[in-house]
Nanobody, 121 residues
Framework: QVQLVESGGDSVQAGGSLRLSCAVS????????MGWFRQAPGKEREGVAS????????YYADSVKGRFTISLDNAKNTVSLLMNSLKPEDTALYYC??????????????WGQGTQVTVSS
């Protein structure tokens, strides 16, 4: 059984930083695509960042480029999202996902339950 458990969400002020972590069991993060997604109230879920472990290629939504960094820890079987220079518009429930493609929400097979990030101005 594949399980993804996110942690690290918090309430911060604009300009602050957070590091989200996703602990994965029943699936090796080195196997194929891993991604982070978010969903704000009243909005559709959107791709934030993804990584293809075989070559290390990363992909980011335009809105987070230069501020967010996705990374893998194969030894711990975790995927992280470092978020700097946070903005109020980054407020959302953040999800970790596995076995998909790029930032395509519908392509991912396994999902966590999400961790809340709230950024105040």
């Amino acid at each position: 059984q594949v399980q993804l458990v996110e942690s690290g969400g918090d309430s911060v002020q604009a300009g602050g930083s957070l590091r989200l972590s996703c602990a994965v069991s029943g699936w090796r993060v080195s196997r194929t695509w891993m991604g982070w997604f978010r969903q704000a109230p009243g909005k559709e879920r959107e791709g934030v960042a993804s990584i293809y472990p075989r070559d290390g290629d990363t992909y980011y939504a335009d809105s987070v480029k230069g501020r967010f960094t996705i990374s893998l820890d194969n030894a711990k079987n975790t995927v992280s999202l470092l978020m700097n220079s946070l903005k109020p518009e980054d407020t959302a429930l953040y999800y970790c996902a596995a076995d998909g493609s790029y930032l395509r929400v519908a392509s991912y097979t396994y999902w966590g339950q999400g961790t809340q990030v709230t950024v105040s101005s």
